[in-house]
């Protein structure tokens, strides 16, 4: 079953450096998206990305993040300047066309946990 | 978006059918509901999504009752594979910038 992938798994950075996040999202999906989960708590909404813009973003995507297509396979975060409570795990998601709840919904990668310090 | 809640935590055994029950009652139209299973340190992914009356895959089932203002999923004979967190959201199919909104989920234990 095809997959989202991620790298690194984990990263530990110090505050104030840049971070960028890898994601290969499935191969024929068009949908790409960032979400965070800060430890113990909910999956929270960062961005959704669909010909090569931005679609929708959350008050928590600030001038800080941006993200990135760079090829035909990689969808990337960056996070100019990382905050203590930047550290989390990021989640990349992927989503194709309409078709069936199967084919619409939103497909997860493993995450990466982020650790600032 | 519609409001979902559902309960925080729940325990069952192994073998033991795991019905989990969610509020939604301001559902719109063209809402349908979804739920995803998180275990730790991994992403969500899907498990079922359905409209109205009863929908089933090899995974679990979905009950929704004819106001669509709750709906139940049931996993059959749990087993400790199936301890995770259940989120259940509501919200449009085919928005194609649709960001799913995730609650606190229900975390459900699965003893021996």
């Known amino acids: 079953e095809p997959e989202v992938t991620q790298t690194p798994s984990h990263q530990v950075t110090q505050m104030g450096q840049e971070v960028i996040l890898r994601c290969v999202p499935i191969?024929?999906?068009?949908?790409f998206y960032w979400y965070r989960q800060i430890l113990g708590q909910k999956v929270e909404f960062l961005v959704s990305?669909?010909?090569?813009?931005?679609?929708?973003k959350s008050e928590i995507f600030d001038d800080q993040f941006s993200v990135e297509r760079p090829d035909g396979s990689n969808f990337t975060l960056k996070i100019r300047s990382t905050k203590l409570e930047d550290s989390a795990m990021y989640f990349c998601?992927?989503?194709?066309?309409?078709?069936?709840?199967?084919?619409?919904?939103?497909?997860f990668g493993p995450g990466t946990r982020l650790l600032v310090l | 978006l519609a409001k979902t809640t559902q309960p925080i935590s729940m325990d069952s055994y192994e073998g033991q059918e795991v019905n989990i029950t969610c509020s939604h009652n301001n559902i719109a139209t063209n809402d349908y509901i979804t739920w995803y299973q998180q275990f730790p340190s991994q992403g969500p992914r899907f498990i079922i999504q359905g409209y109205k009356t009863k929908v089933t895959n090899e995974v679990a089932s979905l009950f929704i009752p004819a106001d669509r203002k709750s709906s139940t999923l049931s996993l059959p004979r749990v087993s400790l594979s199936d301890t995770a967190v259940y989120y259940c959201?509501?919200?449009?199919?085919?928005?194609?910038?649709?960001?799913?909104?995730f609650g606190g989920g229900t975390r459900l234990m699965v003893k021996p």
């Open positions: 191969s024929n999906h068009l949908y």
């Open positions: 959201l509501v919200g449009p199919r085919n928005n194609a910038g649709n960001m799913l909104t």
């Open positions: 990305f669909y010909n090569n813009e931005i679609s929708e």
């Open positions: 998601a992927s989503r194709g066309l309409a078709g069936g709840p199967e084919k619409e919904t939103q497909y």
